[in-house]
């Protein structure tokens, strides 16, 4: 079932628009803490966001912008704030569609309905590992932190993957070569190695991420 987030700093608000999409089966989740929505989103991994522009701390287009900068799912606006200035505004930013306070709630359902009906029957939802800050889009081979984004080689990007499926494990180097002959016909130990140091090269130098891989002396890598 489709799992909806909604960032909506009115409880009574956020509350009856979770329970009504409850009652239609899906799975929602209300923002807390509105300070750090983008970790939120990452752990939730929603297939919609239901936003309001006036929030505590960075309004909707703040947040509507940085969730930008990592996914294409649907984020529908749902504000009084509902001018032109800030429906246009909403729709540049990166917004899917704009619903108008005070709404119905049916309205709202069927609205929902629809965007995940056009988004989902011919795409999939981005994926999104992310651990400390550091945010590894499955989608595109990239990584974000603080901002900053550089993309990774097909090596990289497999490395990356496997350890931060596994963070706070210890991967053996044995299991990440096997990971990397799932793309390669062929890897060295020496290929892994020159990949390992490539990679904690370019998180330090491109995104300032220091000693985000670390090693565990006759065992493997981890990130923790």
């Known amino acids: 079932m489709h799992k909806i987030l909604i960032i909506e700093d009115d409880e009574i608000i956020a509350k009856s628009i979770e329970k009504e999409l409850s009652n239609w089966g899906f799975i929602s989740k209300c923002i807390t803490d509105f ?4 970790p939120q989103f990452v752990e939730f991994d929603p297939q919609l966001i239901l936003l309001d ?3 505590p701390f960075f309004n909707g287009y703040h947040w509507c912008s940085e969730i930008r900068k990592l996914s294409k799912v649907p984020i529908v606006f749902i504000s009084s704030a509902s001018d032109n200035m800030n429906i246009v505004m909403a ?3 990166g917004g899917d569609d704009f619903i108008s306070k005070p709404f119905d709630l049916h309205v709202l359902i069927a609205k929902t309905q629809a965007i995940l009906r056009r988004t989902y029957s ?7 590992l992310e651990h400390n800050g550091a945010i590894l889009n499955i989608n595109d081979n990239s990584i974000s932190y603080n901002g900053e984004k550089v993309e990774l080689t097909k090596n990289e990007y497999k490395i ?6 596994n963070k706070n494990k210890t991967v053996s180097r044995d299991n990440l070569m096997i ?6 016909n062929y890897v060295e130990e020496n290929t892994l190695n ?7 090269k370019k998180l330090l130098e491109s995104i300032g991420l220091n000693n985000f891989i670390k090693t ?9």
């Open 35 to 38: 300070q750090n929505i983008i």
């Open 216 to 224: 565990k002396k006759g065992l493997g890598y981890i990130v923790e």
């Open 122 to 128: 011919f795409s999939t939802q981005t994926n999104l």
């Open 179 to 184: 990971k990397l002959w799932e793309t390669d």
């Open 53 to 55: 522009i006036t929030l």
């Open 194 to 200: 020159v990949n390992v140091t490539r990679l904690r």
């Open 91 to 93: 729709m540049n930013m």
């Open 160 to 165: 990356l993957q496997t350890l931060l499926e």
